[in-house]
Every structure is written in structure tokens, then in C-alpha cells.
């Protein structure tokens, strides 16, 4: 599988499942516009690995036209769109604030979903088809304790992408969705370390999963990758998870 060629936007690529996105595509043959707010990562990465990158938050209206602009610019239009960037978010429901509340479904829900109108409407005038690939979570389809906002955005996110598909399939425009289960990234390293015993956490973790393993952004960013290619062309509309089993119980 290659992805020679193809030009790819990736939000919030600097880090976690983004940044392994990043450079599995690069290593693929994609040319690749990584969106992100913090400029310093980015232009180190533009540097090591000769990609493009916008300094830009996703959650800004005025991004998604600044996006698309950038993409035609650089990279002469637009056959991918990663909806990666999101921010993650605990507290009781009955504690949680409106501002958090907003904060949330602006950036994890509203901000992919406003990049995707303007990112479809580009390939739409390419006339050339394309692959969106939005960055869900399992908690868009189950319940879990202090997490019920963000499980409202990502759940959201997967009514979207069936919608998008949808409406987009008689262009040629596929959208899915990863809904990636623990996944090992410097965030969640960061999350176990403030319990009160790490090591007994984690494996309470673990034990919980079927593969009896937490994953890694590597795996997640192949099958991104695999949703982007050639080589899923009758795949749209899905979400697909990425959790050893976790949410098949």
C-alpha cells in the first residue's frame, strides 16, 4: 500500500496519533500540510521531514477557509483530510461547566465538521474524489464515568461521518471514522502517572482489554492510512474501532 502522491492535510499533527499519521504517510509517498496551534513542533517537523505546516487553531471560524487556501498553495489541492486535532475533557456531568461544555463540542465536534464542509467543497470542485478520516473514540459509542461531554462530541462525530458519507459517496468522496481505545501516547503516559499508583492503574487498564495491551498510535495511524489509500475505494461511512476488543464486550 502507497500513498505516492497524494496530498494530505493532517490536524494536530505534532503529536500522539497525529504525529505517528504524519510520518507514516511521509514514509508512504504522501505529501502532507500538518495543521497545528503551536508553531515551534511544527516548523521542527516541517524541517526533519520536508512536509508543509500552518500554524492555525482548528477551533477558529476562520480557519477552515485558511486551511483550504494553504493546501491549494502548497500542496496544488487537497485528495485527504485527517480530522485529528481534539482536546480531551473529565468531569461529573453535574459539575461540569457551560464554557467546558462549549469548549468541548467546539473543538471535537464542531471544529472537524466545519474543516470537512470546506475541505469536501474543495474536492468537490477538483471533481477528483477524496478520503476524509475523522479521529473518533470509543467513547463515542459507550458510557464512562466523568466523560460524558467529550463522549457527546465524539458521538456526534460518528452520526457526521455516516451523514457526510453519505452525501458525498456520489462524488467519490469517502469519509470514515478510527475510533481509537487506549492508545499509548504521552498524554495518557502524563493521564496514569497522576494516579495514586500508577503501575497498579495501568494494569487495571489493561486488564480490562481483550488483547490485554494498551495500543499504540503506530497502529492507529496505519489504519488511517489504509482508509486514505487506493486500496479501500468501497469503504465510507464507517467507524471503525481500534481498541483490542474493548468495545466488542
Known amino acids: ?36 496551534r503551536r508553531a515551534n513542533p511544527g516548523l521542527a517537523l516541517a ?10 487553531d482548528v477551533a477558529d471560524r476562520g480557519s477552515p477557509t485558511a486551511i483550504v487556501a494553504a493546501a491549494r498553495d502548497r500542496l496544488g489541492g487537497i485528495d ?11 468531569a461529573l456531568l453535574t459539575e461540569v461547566s457551560d464554557d467546558e461544555i462549549d469548549r468541548i463540542l467546539d473543538l471535537d465536534l ?12 474543495a ?13 473518533s473514540s470509543r467513547l ?19 452520526a457526521y461521518t455516516r451523514h457526510a458519507a453519505i452525501e458525498l459517496a456520489p462524488a467519490g468522496i469517502r469519509v470514515n471514522a478510527v475510533a481509537p481505545g487506549m492508545t499509548q ?13 500508577p503501575e497498579g492503574f495501568r494494569a487495571s487498564v489493561v486488564a480490562r482489554i ?16 489504509w482508509l486514505a489509500s487506493d486500496v479501500s475505494p468501497h469503504v465510507t461511512g464507517a467507524v471503525i474501532p481500534i481498541d483490542g476488543g474493548y468495545t466488542a464486550q
Open 80 to 90: 485527504v483530510l485527517v480530522n485529528n486535532a481534539a482536546t480531551d475533557h473529565t
Open 47 to 56: 524541517g526533519e521531514l520536508g512536509i508543509e505546516f500552518l500554524a492555525a
Open 140 to 158: 463515542g459509542s459507550i458510557g464512562v464515568l466523568t466523560m460524558g461531554v467529550y463522549g457527546a462530541a465524539k458521538g456526534g462525530l460518528n
Open 185 to 197: 501516547t504521552p498524554l495518557i503516559d502524563e493521564w496514569i502517572g497522576q494516579q495514586t499508583d
Open 1 to 36: 500500500m502507497r500513498l505516492d502522491g497524494k496530498r494530505v492535510i493532517v490536524t494536530g499533527g505534532t503529536a500522539g496519533i497525529g504525529l505517528a499519521t504524519v510520518r507514516l504517510f511521509v514514509e508512504l509517498g504522501a505529501r502532507v500540510l500538518v495543521v497545528a
Open 210 to 225: 481483550p488483547q490485554q495491551r494498551i495500543g499504540t498510535a503506530e497502529e492507529v495511524a496505519w489504519t488511517i492510512a
Open 110 to 121: 464542531g471544529a472537524p465538521m466545519r474543516l470537512t464542509r470546506n475541505v469536501a467543497a
Open 123 to 135: 474536492m468537490l470542485e477538483q471533481g477528483t474524489g477524496g478520503s476524509i478520516v475523522n479521529l
